[in-house]
């Protein structure tokens, strides 16, 4: 039996589409990540094994960019929702811009560059903030800290929890993303047939079945959606 919608409910999924518009490259556009890096050396358990040293130098630099970067309108746009709604972030974004424009439940599936953890069966996490890690810095039990980050080949976190929010909202906006990342992207399958579903990129190549596609840049839709949801309250 398929839980209840909450009429009064918005669940975000965010993707790298509304950090780029603060600065922090993607990964697939043109000018991206992947057209410096191949994924397997710095995002892949095969690639930290074999050279640490230039996946933390990666994560370092991808740290330090995001520390420096602002949350745009769109990032304050969804945060100001919460004055009449619930609202819930789920971001494959790995970025803190969420969080410092406001929004309060924010869902990091593929991980988070402010935090660290050890490299042993059993997770420690510990916020860093916008500290690089070095080689030789370990956790409590005696492993050397890596970022906080799902890699390829690792699991995905928060998947159940992030389906039920969809399940239960009455608005889904997708907005930055693809959805050719998974399993995440498989995320808005959730979404029900009578909740309003928004989805808002530059192209699409195919449009999840339900959602409307709003295409333009974040900062130019968003804060008008936003303000429109907030003037049916």
């Known amino acids: 039996m398929k839980p209840e919608i909450q009429t009064n409910k918005i669940v975000v999924l965010s993707g790298s589409g509304i950090s780029a518009e603060s600065g922090l490259p993607t990964f697939r556009d043109a000018?991206?990540?992947w057209k410096s890096y191949a994924?397997?050396?710095?995002?892949?358990?095969a690639g930290w094994a074999a050279h640490p040293e230039l996946v933390?130098?990666?994560y370092n630099e991808r740290r330090a960019l995001a520390a420096r970067a602002e949350p745009n309108e769109s990032?304050?746009?969804?945060a100001k929702l919460q004055s009449a709604y619930e609202v819930v972030v789920i971001t494959q974004n790995v970025?803190?811009?969420?969080e410092r424009a406001g929004s309060t439940q924010v869902i990091h599936v593929h991980g988070e560059l402010a935090y660290a953890r050890g490299t042993s069966d059993v997770r420690r996490r510990y916020r860093i903030g916008e500290a690089p890690i070095t080689m030789g810095q370990l956790c409590e039990d005696g492993t050397q800290l890596r970022p906080d980050?799902?890699?390829f080949?690792?699991?995905?976190?928060y998947m159940a929890e992030a389906r039920q929010h969809?399940?239960?909202a009455a608005k889904v906006l997708v907005v930055g993303t693809s959805l050719t990342v998974f399993p995440a992207a498989s995320l808005v399958k959730s979404a029900r047939g009578r909740a309003e579903k928004v989805l808002v990129a530059l192209e699409m190549e195919s449009l999840p079945f339900g959602f409307t596609f709003a295409r333009g840049r974040a900062t130019n839709i968003i804060p008008h959606l936003c303000e429109r949801w907030l003037g049916e309250c």
């Open 153 to 157: 080949g690792e699991e995905v976190e």
């Open 75 to 78: 990032h304050i746009a969804l």
């Open 149 to 151: 980050i799902v890699w």
């Open 95 to 98: 970025d803190d811009l969420h």
């Open 56 to 58: 933390l130098e990666f």
């Open 39 to 45: 994924w397997e050396e710095v995002a892949s358990p």
């Open 166 to 168: 969809i399940a239960t």
């Open 31 to 33: 000018n991206g990540l």
